[in-house]
């Protein structure tokens, strides 16, 4: 799906990175990303995204976990859930996270 953050926040009990993107039609969806260290400042407010990722209910609402994240404001993708779903942030949570792994080579030209 596509469409543009309207709202950007993150949830104090786990630091999860959650948005409200607003498709072209109209629609408002949420969007479960990763926690904010992992996207190191990546996303604002206006950026239009590209996302794949897994429709799951959450409190009787739709929201999609994201499993790649494409920012078209900055050209980059960032990988964030493995095909099965697993969290690729979880090996990485006590060291630093290294900005070359979890890009997909798509950068800027």
């Not at 409200?20 to 996303?43: A, C, H």
């Not at 493995?82 to 997909?104: L, Q, V, Y």
Request: hydrophobic fraction near 35%.
């Amino acid at each position: 799906m596509k469409g543009a953050i309207e709202d950007l926040y993150i949830y104090k009990d786990d630091a999860l990175m959650e948005a409200k993107i607003r498709l072209k039609n109209g629609e408002t969806v949420r969007v479960q990303f990763s926690p904010e260290w992992f996207l190191q400042n990546q996303l604002r407010l206006g950026d239009d995204l590209d996302i794949r990722g897994s429709e799951v209910k959450c409190d009787a609402q739709i929201m999609i976990l994201a499993r790649v994240m494409r920012n078209l404001r900055t050209k980059l993708e960032i990988s964030l859930r493995n095909r099965m779903g697993f969290p690729i942030w979880r090996a990485k949570r006590h060291t630093k996270p290294d900005p070359k792994e979890k890009r997909s080579g798509r950068g800027k030209k």
